[in-house]
């Protein structure tokens, strides 16, 4: 891997002890790569190999979805020195439990502690690693997590919301191969059923909070303030060069039975 591609694409720069370099690669990637599945959406084969990955998100500057997104950050991890390895996930699905091993995220070790690492869930990801304990509260960028254990997995990730936690991730703590991966990604990315087909999501953080889009509407939180656009055709070109910095297009059909009404509410 070309650790010195990686660290010009997501600004990073080396120092410091390994627990403050895990901190900080983590911080900077989700920062600076954006969570994306406009291939997906426009019905293109997305390869989670290690190469194709690297080709994507740091070469041609793309962003990538949590089997991309996490697969890059492993193998920077690996190649900066860390322990790391990737396990397979579920998804909650709120009180209908939760889905099926479609999501990836990482495990590393800095410090002698180990760390959960996730740059690829979008919306409520976490955008520096979790320590691996359980019952801690960790604030996190304005949000609240923990780490509990038991139920229908051997872990969850649960975020706190209107003063509860509900679970978000699942995971057992089991090294996944990649062929695993792969086989997951095939049906993120080409079963007629996966939500990454029939919706455009994207999310960036920020310094002081995040950007994202679910299809034609973009949001963008500062602060305390949250601002909604709903885009016409014209303006998502720019919008997604702008925010995300993606030029790729996005299939027409996202306009199909849809009033195209710009500004913001």
């Known amino acids: 891997m070309d650790l010195r591609a990686y660290f010009d694409r997501i600004g990073y720069k080396e ?9 900080r690669v983590h911080r900077r990637h989700i920062m600076s790569i954006p969570f994306e599945n406009i291939d997906v959406y426009n019905g293109k084969t997305v390869s ?12 041609k500057k793309r962003g990538g979805y949590c089997f991309e997104m996490n697969c890059l950050l492993a193998d ?4 900066m020195g860390f322990e790391v390895y990737g396990v397979l996930a579920r998804v909650s699905m709120g009180p209908g439990g939760f889905g099926p091993h479609l999501h990836r995220m990482n495990i590393a070790v ?7 690492c996730d740059v690829g869930f979008g919306g409520d990801c976490f955008v520096e690693p979790l320590l691996f304990e359980t019952g801690l509260e960790q604030r996190v960028h304005g949000c609240t997590y923990r780490i509990v254990k038991g139920g229908a997995v051997q872990y969850s990730v649960q975020i706190l919301k209107d003063g509860q936690y509900a679970d978000m991730l ?24 996966s939500g990454f087909r029939h919706f455009v999501m994207i999310n960036l953080f920020t310094e002081n909070g995040r950007i994202s889009m679910l299809n034609e509407q973009l949001t963008v ?20 060069e702008k925010y995300f910095g993606i030029s790729e297009p996005v299939d ?14």
């Open 221 to 240: 939180r500062s602060g305390g303030e949250t601002i909604r656009k709903y885009l016409t055709r014209d303006e998502l070109p720019g919008t997604l």
């Open 170 to 193: 699942g995971f057992d703590d089991i090294p996944a191969l990649n062929g695993d991966f792969g086989v997951s990604n095939f049906y993120t990315n080409c079963n007629p059923d």
């Open 15 to 23: 120092g410091g002890s390994d627990t403050e370099r895990l901190f």
């Open 76 to 79: 920077a991890l690996s190649a």
């Open 110 to 116: 800095a410090g002698g502690k180990r760390y959960i």
């Open 252 to 265: 027409d059909r996202l306009w199909e039975g849809r009033k195209e009404a710009g500004g913001f509410e």
């Open 48 to 59: 989670v190999e290690s190469e194709a990955v690297f080709e994507k998100l740091v070469v």
